[in-house]
């Protein structure tokens, strides 16, 4: 058998001994052996040229030869053995086996000869969905799913802190050590991403341990992505851990630019027993990155559960918050908590985790919690475990004055604020009385009890029940959104209901005018709905403030007193019917901040110009 290579462009390095080796002498040595990783970078040729072509030589010495790779997942080894044995055709096997977009190209060559020569071939690796749901749920949602579906996924899973992981880290950073500029929330991804790296490893060595065993003399030659087996790790470690004392051969390939490069280093024999030189691509290979070139994603809190008691003559609150993380803490985490609330407890479910308390900056404390168990490395009744939900007391003074109470400036902020002083009131919001995450959609049920002589307005609130006492709120959201503001104070309620709109008026004093204002919403409720469809709430309100905002939050704004008492200037195009139009596009379809601020402009556009040209006309 002869095939068409170039010794000249690509070579072989045995790295015991730092000879160059020919292919045939390769085949000739490697049929000897009992399980042979063959690491490559997926989409190139020249590789998995050589790959076929060394399966195939090694198996003019060696008839006992078995395939094992990477491209195909458990569920699918029916269905291959089907088309191995002529069951089905080529294009039933194609179209139901979720082969790797190259496959024919790269992989189909070897398993023809497989098929064609009756050898096995192993789909050795987890089904992808399986390796995605790690990241979302951890080994809790691997262990909950039914046994049928277990089977496809390894038995033993040990996540260590050893140099695989230093490799990985590596990999996905450029360094081991960039990853102390990551938050807690971002390092917890990057952990889960590792996770979901083992998980492959675990269960294709499994899957190649099971074949070795069922049939121990055959030749197992198994193909995947380099780092799956650069440096005797991942898989090929996942290997040796259930089989004592295999030798498992590694070939891994290596880029030149210059034929000077092709030598043996030291670091080579470390990385695997033979390199196959392969002169570099004109692009550089792109890197393994999460995002190649974005930030890592963060674990946000995606629900709060919150019990909370105010009391505006001390500027006082005391709540608690059961929230639950998008991701489960498989490392580490954090939320950001207002300074002047002291944490009193905090419960924890299934997995007790450590914390401490870090200053973030002026106003806010980071607490940040590290997963004790991982580094047990296995998962198990002793080994590591998760948690997505655990709850946080606390309590403390919320008084932080507005930075600026006068028109001079257009609009003032706080960082929250619960005062019964006169010309004050209560303003909370996002992380000023809850635990908060960057970048967090969360759904949101609260509890919230206040003396009755107050009334707070927030997104979704209802009274529930009041005496002479306290009067009880509850909020549930109806989607997920990105802060829930409760504000509030000595506040007069006016409403009027149109048909099943509802629109309510909060305010500190009488408005003379207040019938304008119910008239001009209406017709922003009328025209507005016309133009973009059902409104997406079942009321608005506006609630006058005691410092200067235009704020809108979803299904009410929060507007300055002084500027109630000017409807000329309210209800001009930019002001409430801006707010209101809000409630379409920035508090019920949200935006990343991070990629522009597109709901602002539409906003504009169909309030400030469109509305003023309907206006003029």
């Given amino acids: 058998m002869t095939f068409n290579y170039s010794f000249s462009q690509s070579v072989f390095l045995n790295t015991k001994n730092g000879k160059e080796v020919s292919i045939d002498e390769l085949a000739k040595n490697l049929s000897k052996e009992h399980l042979i990783f063959f690491g490559e970078f997926h989409d190139d040729s020249t590789i998995h040229s050589f790959q076929n072509q060394l399966f195939q030589l090694i198996y003019q010495y060696n008839k006992n030869l078995s395939l094992s790779m990477e491209m195909f997942e458990r569920d699918v080894q029916p269905l291959l053995n089907e088309y191995l044995n002529g069951k089905i055709s080529n294009e039933e096997f194609l179209k139901n086996s979720r082969p790797w977009p190259d496959y024919q190209k790269f992989y189909m060559p070897m398993v023809e000869f497989a098929k064609n020569n009756k050898l ?5 690796n987890i089904p992808r ?13 691997i262990k909950k799913l039914p046994p049928n579906e277990k089977s496809m996924i390894a038995k033993d899973v040990h996540l260590k802190s050893d140099r695989y992981l230093e490799n990985f880290l590596e990999t996905m950073l450029g360094s081991a050590n960039e990853i102390d500029s990551l938050q807690p929330n971002e390092i917890n991804i990057l952990y889960l991403y590792y996770g979901s790296q083992v998980i492959k490893d675990e269960t294709m060595a499994e899957s190649i341990a099971n074949l070795i065993t069922s049939k121990p003399n055959n030749l197992i030659f198994h193909l995947n992505g380099d780092f799956h087996s650069n440096m005797f790790l991942g898989t090929v470690q996942k290997v040796i851990d259930r089989i004592p004392g295999i030798q498992p051969i590694v070939i891994s390939p290596v880029y030149y630019k210059d034929k000077s490069e092709i030598t043996n280093k030291p670091e080579y024999k470390e990385l695997a027993n033979y390199i196959l030189f392969v002169p570099a691509p004109m692009q550089e290979e792109e890197p393994m990155g999460l995002n190649s070139g974005s930030h890592f994603g963060e674990n946000s809190i995606i629900n709060h559960k919150l019990n909370i008691d105010i009391e505006p003559n001390n500027s006082f609150i005391k709540a608690n918050d059961q929230i639950t993380f998008k991701y489960p803490i498989l490392k580490t985490g954090s939320i950001d908590l207002l300074n002047t609330l002291k ?3 905090i419960e924890f479910s299934n997995l007790i985790l450590n914390y401490k308390i870090e200053k973030l900056n002026n106003n806010y404390n980071r607490i940040v919690f590290t997963n004790p168990t991982f580094d047990l490395a296995s998962y198990g009744d002793n080994g590591i475990k998760e948690t997505s939900e655990f709850t946080v007391f606390y309590e403390g003074k919320i008084y932080n004055k507005p930075d600026e109470t006068t028109l001079i400036q257009r609009h003032s902020n706080s960082i929250g604020i619960i005062s019964d002083k006169e010309g004050e009131g209560i303003y909370l919001p996002g992380a000023a009385y809850y635990p908060k995450t960057e970048n967090e959609m969360a759904n949101f049920e609260c509890n919230i009890s206040i003396p009755s002589e107050y009334t707070l307005v927030s997104s979704f609130i209802k009274k529930i029940s009041s005496n002479d006492n306290i009067t009880n709120y509850s909020v549930k959201s109806n989607f997920p959104i990105d802060d829930l503001t409760i504000v509030g104070g000595r506040l007069k309620e006016n409403s009027k209901k149109y048909g099943n709109f509802t629109i309510n008026m909060f305010t500190y004093q009488d408005l003379s005018n207040i019938d304008t204002y119910f008239s001009a919403i209406k017709g922003y409720y009328d025209y507005y709905t016309n133009l973009f469809g059902d409104y997406p709430f079942d009321e608005f309100s506006v609630v006058e403030n005691f410092f200067a905002t235009g704020f809108g939050m979803p299904n009410y704004t929060l507007l300055s007193g002084r500027l109630l008492k000017m409807p000329w200037v309210v209800l001009s195009p930019g ?21 522009g601020n597109w709901c602002e402009s539409l906003t504009t556009f169909s309030t400030n110009y469109y509305y003023n040209a309907l206006l003029n006309n």
């Fill in 120 to 124: 096995d071939v192993l789909a050795a």
């Fill in 129 to 141: 969905k399986y390796a995605a749901q790690f990241v979302k749920e951890g080994m809790t949602g």
């Fill in 343 to 345: 944490i009193t407890k």
């Fill in 575 to 595: 002001s409430i019917a801006h707010e209101f139009v809000h409630n379409w596009w920035g508090n019920s379809v949200f935006v990343d901040y991070n990629k």
